[in-house]
């Protein structure tokens, strides 16, 4: 059993990704419950000279709390990303244990390849769909209010598409990050799950 093969198991800081998500919706609730519609107090000004605007999700009856909250989810996601993986550990498990825990690995190099270049694929096109949708597109509420049902300029919608879009953001660079500083553990092996 000492010559028994170690595999590499990656576990995220699962706590932080949670804990992350709700102080993220947490916020953005206080910001608006708590920021005018536009800036007026001399901390609220000081803020408004150094937004990025014309980003994220706009809302018209919310203006300056959307910029706020959308200039948030610019920064708190990387930095939350980067600090998931930081704190997630790498493990090593034997087959055995691997086994007992209901994972086989994958031992035939074609599958292998193939369902790794997928992942990549699917994760780097991920990635970009929530940084377009975080750091380049701009949501004018009011606009796409106009051309769907669902979407309206209002406070329900100006919250959840910005957690959307900053929580997926933060997944997403969080696997990012996690294939970039353990890159063997992702694409040299394959772990099969009973489920497959």
């Known amino acids: 059993m000492n010559g028994d093969k170690k595999y590499p198991k990656f576990l995220i800081n699962e706590d932080f990704l949670?804990?992350?998500?709700?102080?993220?919706?947490?916020?953005?609730?206080?910001?608006?419950?708590?920021?005018?519609?536009i800036p007026i107090t001399d901390f609220e000004v000081f803020i408004d000279t150094y937004l990025i605007k014309g980003n994220g999700v706009y809302s018209h009856i919310y203006s300056f709390q959307s910029e706020v909250i959308s200039n948030l989810s610019m920064i708190i996601a990387p930095l939350?990303?980067?600090?998931?993986?930081?704190?997630?550990?790498?493990?090593?498990?034997?087959?055995?244990?691997?086994?007992?825990?209901?994972?086989t690995i994958e031992k035939s190099i074609i599958k292998t390849i193939q369902r790794k270049l997928v992942f990549i694929i699917s994760l780097l096109l991920l990635v970009a769909t929530f940084i377009f949708?975080?750091?380049?597109d701009s949501w004018d509420l009011q606009a796409v209010e106009t051309n769907t049902l669902f979407i309206t300029d209002n406070v329900v919608?100006?919250?959840?598409?910005?957690?959307?879009?900053?929580i997926g953001t933060l997944f997403a660079l969080?696997?990012?990050f996690s294939v970039i500083l353990h890159p063997i553990t992702f694409l040299r092996y394959h772990y099969q799950s009973p489920f497959n």
Do not use: H, P, Q, W
């Open 174 to 176: 969080t696997f990012l």
């Open 133 to 136: 949708l975080t750091y380049i």
């Open 80 to 103: 939350f990303a980067i600090y998931t993986v930081l704190t997630s550990k790498l493990t090593y498990l034997s087959e055995r244990e691997m086994i007992d825990s209901g994972i």
């Open 18 to 37: 949670v804990y992350g998500s709700v102080f993220i919706s947490v916020l953005f609730v206080l910001i608006v419950i708590f920021f005018n519609n």
């Open 157 to 166: 919608c100006l919250l959840f598409l910005n957690c959307v879009f900053c």
